[in-house]
């Protein structure tokens, strides 16, 4: 059995500030495990060069994680992204997240801020308003799924040599004695010996460390899911938006529900992607640093919580989906204006559009047959809004792709130190809940290293 000082689970943003804050300290043994595989293979099988091992998604599992390989959106606010600033107070939180920041500009992100004057900022708040949106200034840089892979090169070679990075080998076992942490099992049986694990495992890894989280008895609330739509439109139509803010965050309460929708992921001149989550296959977007098509693509989803006795919001999520993959084989397209007069889209009419779709896989279909009455007509409602601030978001041609999840994990109740009542145990970004964004999880990951290593006193 290997011994180590400190084990991390899962090398995304979480995972590997961890890494990298632990590793300034030389003297301490560090293993980050990572389930998906390393970052080179990764982009071989992006760019259909490898084959990635049947289950696997090489889009969110290997090194990087998820959206740090993909898009690549950084958001400088406290405000989105994640629970830090309650868990640990603003002021923290912010520190953190300057910290972060520069710690991702060094390693390459661009130095170009996304963020509008003040002046239009002012005016589009004051125009959604009129719409009954609330406008979110959120000011980001984005690196682009192809700056992406550089940035996290860059880390990459700096934990070289100075961290043990175990890759295609997932953990399947926290190891704990007497309410202490022990090591981990992984997937192949190895047995790592250590007196701290950070559990990092991200939204893929969510199901494991909840079902873990059960088995040690730590308590885990369950969290929200955000389920709706990707909505694709010619770039034209929200370029006043897209071209001052990048991303656009607008919310909206619904009338008929007063659930809370919101705009989220805006991939200017992008590209629909999908996304699978085991069985389950969903939509998501991304873009690269340069423009790849005439169309701008983002998702509205609406919020929902459950109380009792059902507690289960992945599962609800993951059942929407597979309606979706059972209509379609995959995810669905629906022209906006075949919705409202209640037909299905067709290849041909798709075709009777202004509009290519970014996502040729997806299916014409009827999305009414899947989405709950409640989320549809919130998501209806919520369009008829945004065609008041960006006339042509309400137009037929406009598709809608179907369905976008966001199982946000149940969260795993931790210490401002980030402690879990397993003495050694420590948990951070998505996976534990406590997150929702890049910054966010690169920042509970610094949080989570600094901690470790302050109470094993170096
Ligand atoms: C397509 C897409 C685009 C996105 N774009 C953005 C964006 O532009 N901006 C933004 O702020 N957020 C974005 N996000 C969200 C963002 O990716 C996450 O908030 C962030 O990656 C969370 O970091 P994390 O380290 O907690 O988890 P992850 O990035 O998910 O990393 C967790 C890692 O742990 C590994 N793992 C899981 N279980 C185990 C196990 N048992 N053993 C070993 N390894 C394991 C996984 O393979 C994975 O590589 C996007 C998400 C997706 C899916």
Redesign the pocket.
Known sequence: MSAFDVVV????????FAALELMKNGNLRVAL????ADLEERLAMRQGQAQPQEGSNP??????????F??????ITSHV?GHLAELLGTERAEELLSEVEQIWLAHGAPRELHSADESFLADLGRRATLCGLKLVNVPLRHMGTDGSFQVLGSMRRELDGKVELITGN???RILVEGRKVAGVELDDGTRLQSSVVIV??????AT??HDEAERLGLVITPGAVDLGVRVEVPAAIVAELTDNLYEFKLLYWARSFDNLVRTF?VCPYGEV?T?RHGDVVTV?G?SYAEPTSDNTNFALLVSSRFTEPFDDPISYGQHIARLANLLGDSVLVQRLGDLRVGRRSTPSRLRHSILEPTLKSATPGDLSYVLPYRHLRALLEMIEALDKLAPGVGAGHTLLYGVEVKLYSSRLQTDDRLRTEISGLYA????AGL???????SA??LWAGRCVAEALGE
Not at 33 to 36: A, C, K, L, M, Q
Not at 70 to 75: P, V
Not at 435 to 441: K, N, S, V
């Open positions: 689970v899962g090398a995304g943003p979480a995972g590997i495990v990572e389930r998906g889009m969110l599992e290997g090194f990087g994680g998820a959206g740090a993909c898009d690549g959106k950084l958001t992204g997932g953990v399947s990092a495992p991200g939204r893929g890894g494991w460390l992921c992607i996304v998501n991304h951070c970004g998505d996976g997150t929702r964004g890049l910054m966010q999880a509970s990951g």
